[in-house]
């Protein structure tokens, strides 16, 4: 499909192209992607088109669960409790798969861009604080727990030591989805 560019404005010059395919652990997925050949915009998206229980899963971060498989959709939260982070879905949430390594290593990643945005010294002093502990976590020096709920159940920690269980409404309520809903 050939639509006007929302940028540049030129006419046609947007190319949408969008399939269907199925992934290994996310089931069948959408990919979008818009190429405007103006002014080289670009934008692409995978959207999870199936849906499973609403989930929970959750599991002690020590040395022997680092390489703990993390499926995580784009409508999931990924908290660490014990050091007060939480990432919650929004429009631009991404899906990835990676290990419980990995996760810790974007946490850092985060709290290494806030130390770069938030200037006060309180926020620096917390932020470096944080980094601390993340690393001691990667170390095994610090016990932590990685908690992923996933609403449409897209989301699971696949390791033995991991517990899962299903979410109940409250705990649904109570979680963002990354997606726009319209309520009656």
């Not at 030129?10 to 089931?27: A, C, R, V």
């Not at 971060?61 to 703990?68: H, K």
């Not at 990924?78 to 919650?88: A, M, N, R």
């Not at 770069?116 to 932020?127: G, N, T, V």
Request: charged share 30%.
């Amino acid at each position: 499909m050939k639509i006007d560019c929302p940028l540049c404005h030129g006419q046609k010059s947007l190319d949408i192209t969008t399939h269907l395919e199925k992934i290994p652990y996310f089931g069948e997925v959408m990919e979008s992607t818009l190429i405007c050949h103006e002014c080289g915009y670009r934008y692409s998206d995978v959207l999870c088109l199936d849906q499973g229980d609403p989930m929970r899963y959750s599991l002690w971060v020590e040395s022997e669960t680092l390489n703990a498989r993390v499926v995580k959709s784009q409508s999931a939260t990924i908290k660490i409790p014990e050091l007060g982070l939480k990432v919650e879905p929004g429009p631009r949430s991404t899906a990835y798969i990676s290990n419980i390594e990995g996760v810790i290593e974007r946490f850092q990643a985060a709290v290494k861009m806030a130390l770069k945005l938030f200037e006060d010294e309180k926020a620096q002093e917390r932020s470096l604080n944080l980094l601390e502990d993340l690393k001691k976590v990667r170390n095994g020096e610090k016990k932590v727990k990685v908690i992923l709920e996933d609403p449409m159940g897209q989301s699971f920690i696949a390791h033995p030591k991991a517990s899962k269980r299903r979410l109940t409404s409250e705990e649904i309520k109570k979680l963002k989805t990354g997606f726009i809903t319209i309520e009656r």
